[in-house]
């Protein structure tokens, strides 16, 4: 069966960086669009960024555009999430997500279980 397991996650100051990770299992890893999303206390889901399946394409939401990136690595079956200059509003629970549309915003089929980032002021 398909598994996304998101790693990484933590507490860090205004200002810091975090790298989250998701390895993926179950799937031909190298055929899906990746997806990070987020979400925070009371708010709906968030679309963060996409990949494309060979990882030389990438799309960003505004909100995090200049500041994270996102990468993959075929080989390891495994997306990444550079996350830089973080500020407080990035605070929520971040999710990958593995799609087999054309489209960075999907929609997506697998999801995993999230990791908590928490960036405080």
């Known amino acids: 069966q398909v598994q996304l397991v998101e790693s990484g996650g933590g507490l860090v100051q205004a200002g810091g960086s975090l790298r989250l990770s998701c390895a993926a299992s179950?799937?031909?890893?190298?055929?899906?669009?990746m997806g990070w999303f987020r979400q925070a206390p009371g708010k709906e889901r968030e679309f963060v960024a996409g990949?494309?399946?060979?990882?030389?394409?990438?799309y960003y939401a505004d909100s995090v555009k200049g500041r994270f990136t996102i990468s993959r690595d075929n080989a390891k079956n495994t997306v990444y999430l550079k996350m830089n200059s973080l500020k407080p509003e990035d605070t929520a629970v971040y999710y990958c997500?593995?799609?087999?549309?054309?489209?960075?915003?999907?929609?997506?089929?697998?999801w995993g279980q999230g990791t908590q980032v928490t960036v405080s002021s």
């Open positions: 997500a593995a799609t087999t549309s054309y489209s960075y915003t999907g929609p997506y089929e697998y």
């Open positions: 179950g799937l031909t890893f190298s055929t899906y669009v």
């Open positions: 990949i494309s399946r060979s990882g030389d394409s990438t």
